[in-house]
């Protein structure tokens, strides 16, 4: 029998853990200043001057709070979101927490333009809303507490397509344009424009961050970090039994997902530590990008650029960095000693080895990962500039070996539409090698060829939120026209399946989507 589901957001069983049972400021005053003692601040949404207009919603995400769909459609729905009116009861507040940018401590940081509004019991689990773009908070800093659209549409479009993916992640509720305009000067480089300004209602069942736990360790409040990590065992990690086994959990579940993005071709672009969530979630979509052309040095943050510390190849070596970094935070309060807690990070290499050779043996159409087959094969592609994406999906049609099939036209067959019509004879030779190579490994592996078409077409996307896509979702919806943006949220929820009508949605990058702005961004939203 299926549990009846709320009307409204008002009807969502509050539980609000982290307001009731942790430290929270003992001031309510909304300036900028440096909260002590304290994980959270109690702070209002400033509402936008303008008429806020839905833009997206997700039904799915809904019923993970056990929200009725036609609650969406409602006009409190649509107040909540945009930070007009907080539901009757709720006392929203913005998180404290500290971290690493770029490799460099750099302080209290803390939730600069995020308010959660409740935390509720959902269909599963107690789930936190948070609004992304609701107004200052004790936390902006120099900043507005604003978000702008184009930033907006592309956390909802990425958390919705990353757990589509099957990839950890937050999710996304709602995206409401606010009728507004936001300054922002997109390169940083004095040419300012108003923009319009967006609000992203996303989904957690926690938001605290390897970065709650560093800011009271580095001012030496040693008692706040063990009410956290006796927080955090209690709801994240109930399993558990002490802090120990909650690191190792944090480690194994952070390499996890660094594996899961190097498979999808995903570059995060801000892995500071106050961007890694203690439950193993991609957190916070700010410069992202999903490949186009493979480039193992390829970031999508402009800020990045001169030292590439985020780029694609650097992922899973700074997660690993950033799980020391809470390691020595624990470490530095005393909660655990030295031998523990390195144990627990020495779980991190076997686990990011054991789930990336699962998922990339699946999108080669192995059961047991060829390192070499693999290794040559990110070779080939980073030679030739070819689209990560598609070249991994068209290897289900190479077919294994059969004797006697063996001539350059059959081999690279199935590549067409991947490979350069052009190429030169020297790379086309290569690519032969190549795959001449992989069919005798998938006939030695004797796979049933329905189970493995089976196999990788589950490994191996059609469709990505492919920067350009996404750039064009934006201006369509910067001119009031979804059409564009509906059609590919849509198409991104079956991300594995082929499906008619979303042909555009597969194509390679042109050459237009490579410039800055489209292919890269700066941390501007």
Same mark, same amino acid.
């Given at each position: 029998?299926?549990?009846?589901?709320?009307?409204?957001?008002?009807?969502?069983?509050?539980?609000?853990?982290?307001?009731?049972?942790?430290?929270?400021?003992?001031?309510?005053?909304?300036?900028?200043?440096?909260?002590?003692?304290?994980?959270?601040?109690?702070?209002?949404?400033?509402?936008?001057?303008?008429?806020?207009?839905?833009?997206?919603?997700?039904?799915?995400?809904?019923?993970?709070?056990?929200?009725?769909?036609?609650?969406?459609?409602?006009?409190?729905?649509?107040?909540?979101?945009?930070?007009?009116?907080?539901?009757?009861?709720?006392?929203?507040?913005?998180?404290?927490?500290?971290?690493?940018?770029?490799?460099?401590?750099?302080?209290?940081?803390?939730?600069?333009?995020?308010?959660?509004?409740?935390?509720?019991?959902?269909?599963?689990?107690?789930?936190?809303?948070?609004?992304?773009?609701?107004?200052?908070?004790?936390?902006?800093?120099?900043?507005?507490?604003?978000?702008?659209?184009?930033?907006?549409?592309?956390?909802?479009?990425? +958390?919705?397509?990353? @757990?589509? #993916?099957?990839?950890?992640?937050? $999710?996304?509720?709602? *995206?409401? !344009?606010?009728?507004?305009? /936001?300054?922002?000067?997109?390169?940083?480089?004095?040419?300012?424009?108003?923009?319009?300004?967006?609000?992203?209602?996303?989904?957690?069942?926690?938001?605290?961050?390897?970065?709650?736990?560093?800011?009271?360790?580095?001012?030496?409040?040693?008692?706040?970090?063990?009410?956290?990590?006796?927080?955090?065992?209690?709801?994240?990690?109930?399993?558990? +039994?002490?802090?120990? @086994?909650? #690191?190792?959990?944090?480690?194994? $579940?952070?390499?996890? *997902?660094? !594996?899961?993005?190097?498979? /999808?071709?995903?570059?995060?672009?801000?892995?500071?530590?106050?961007?890694?969530?203690?439950?193993?979630?991609?957190?916070?979509?700010?410069?992202?990008?999903?490949?186009?052309?493979?480039?193992?040095?390829?970031?999508?943050?402009?800020?990045?650029?001169?030292?590439?510390?985020?780029?694609?190849?650097?992922?899973?070596?700074?997660?690993?960095?950033?799980?020391?970094?809470? @390691?020595?935070?624990?470490?530095?309060?005393?909660?655990?000693?030295?031998?523990? !807690?390195?144990?627990?990070?020495?779980?991190?290499?076997?686990?990011?080895?054991?789930?990336?050779?699962?998922?990339?043996?699946?999108?080669?159409?192995?059961?047991?990962?060829?390192?070499?087959?693999?290794?040559?094969?990110?070779?080939?592609?980073?030679?030739?500039?070819?689209?990560?994406?598609?070249?991994?999906?068209?290897?289900?049609?190479?077919?294994?070996?059969?004797?006697?099939?063996?001539?350059? @036209?059959?081999?690279?067959?199935?590549?067409?539409?991947?490979?350069?019509?052009?190429?030169?004879?020297?790379?086309?030779?290569?690519?032969?090698?190549?795959?001449?190579?992989?069919?005798?490994?998938?006939?030695?592996?004797?796979?049933?060829?329905?189970?493995?078409?089976?196999?990788?077409?589950?490994?191996?996307?059609?469709?990505?939120?492919?920067?350009?896509?996404?750039?064009?979702?934006?201006?369509?919806?910067?001119?009031?026209?979804?059409?564009?943006?509906?059609?590919?949220?849509?198409?991104?929820?079956?991300?594995?399946?082929?499906?008619?009508?979303?042909?555009?949605?597969?194509?390679?990058?042109?050459?237009?989507?490579?410039?800055?702005?489209?292919?890269?961004?700066?941390?501007?939203?």
């Amino acid at each position: 029998m299926t549990a009846a589901r709320a009307s409204s957001l008002a009807d969502l069983q509050r539980i609000d853990s982290l307001t009731t049972e942790l430290p929270g400021d003992a001031s309510t005053e909304n300036v900028t200043r440096q909260v002590n003692g304290a994980f959270f601040t109690f702070v209002q949404p400033t509402p936008a001057d303008g008429d806020p207009s839905l833009l997206a919603a997700s039904p799915g995400v809904a019923a993970l709070l056990g929200l009725d769909a036609a609650a969406l459609a409602e006009p409190e729905f649509l107040a909540a979101m945009s930070g007009k009116a907080v539901p009757p009861g709720w006392r929203p507040w913005a998180q404290c927490y500290g971290g690493h940018q770029f490799g460099n401590w750099a302080g209290q940081l803390g939730d600069g333009r995020a308010i959660s509004l409740a935390e509720v019991q959902g269909r599963d689990s107690p789930l936190e809303l948070q609004l992304k773009g609701a107004g200052v908070t004790p936390y902006s800093r120099r900043a507005d507490g604003r978000a702008v659209l184009r930033s907006s549409v592309r956390e909802f479009v990425a +958390s919705e397509a990353m @757990a589509a #993916l099957g990839v950890p992640t937050t $999710r996304a509720l709602a *995206l409401v !344009a606010t009728g507004d305009g /936001v300054v922002r000067d997109m390169f940083y480089d004095g040419r300012a424009r108003m923009e319009p300004g967006a609000v992203v209602c996303r989904i957690s069942r926690s938001f605290v961050r390897f970065g709650t736990f560093q800011l009271p360790a580095s001012r030496g409040d040693d008692a706040l970090v063990q009410k956290l990590v006796d927080y955090a065992l209690r709801h994240c990690y109930p399993h558990l +039994s002490g802090p120990a @086994a909650m #690191l190792r959990e944090v480690c194994e $579940r952070t390499a996890r *997902l660094a !594996a899961g993005w190097q498979a /999808v071709g995903f570059v995060h672009g801000v892995l500071n530590t106050d961007n890694c969530s203690i439950l193993g979630e991609t957190i916070d979509y700010g410069p992202y990008g999903w490949m186009e052309a493979y480039d193992p040095q390829f970031t999508p943050n402009t800020t990045d650029m001169p030292g590439l510390r985020y780029c694609y190849a650097q992922q899973p070596h700074v997660l690993l960095w950033n799980v020391a970094q809470l @390691a020595n935070a624990l470490l530095s309060a005393g909660i655990l000693p030295v031998e523990e !807690a390195q144990a627990a990070i020495d779980a991190y290499g076997p686990a990011l080895q054991q789930e990336y050779s699962a998922r990339f043996a699946a999108k080669l159409g192995m059961k047991k990962l060829s390192d070499g087959l693999l290794r040559d094969f990110m070779a080939l592609l980073a030679r030739d500039k070819l689209d990560f994406t598609r070249a991994f999906r068209s290897l289900v049609r190479v077919p294994a070996a059969v004797p006697g099939d063996t001539s350059e @036209a059959d081999l690279l067959a199935p590549l067409a539409g991947v490979l350069p019509a052009d190429m030169a004879r020297e790379r086309s030779e290569a690519w032969v090698q190549w795959v001449g190579s992989y069919r005798s490994a998938l006939a030695a592996e004797g796979m049933d060829p329905t189970e493995r078409t089976a196999l990788q077409n589950g490994a191996n996307p059609m469709y990505v939120p492919r920067n350009y896509l996404l750039q064009l979702a934006i201006e369509g919806a910067e001119k009031g026209d979804l059409g564009y943006l509906n059609r590919l949220v849509e198409c991104l929820k079956r991300p594995y399946e082929e499906q008619p009508g979303c042909e555009a949605f597969d194509a390679a990058a042109p050459a237009w989507a490579l410039r800055p702005g489209v292919s890269c961004l700066s941390c501007s939203s």
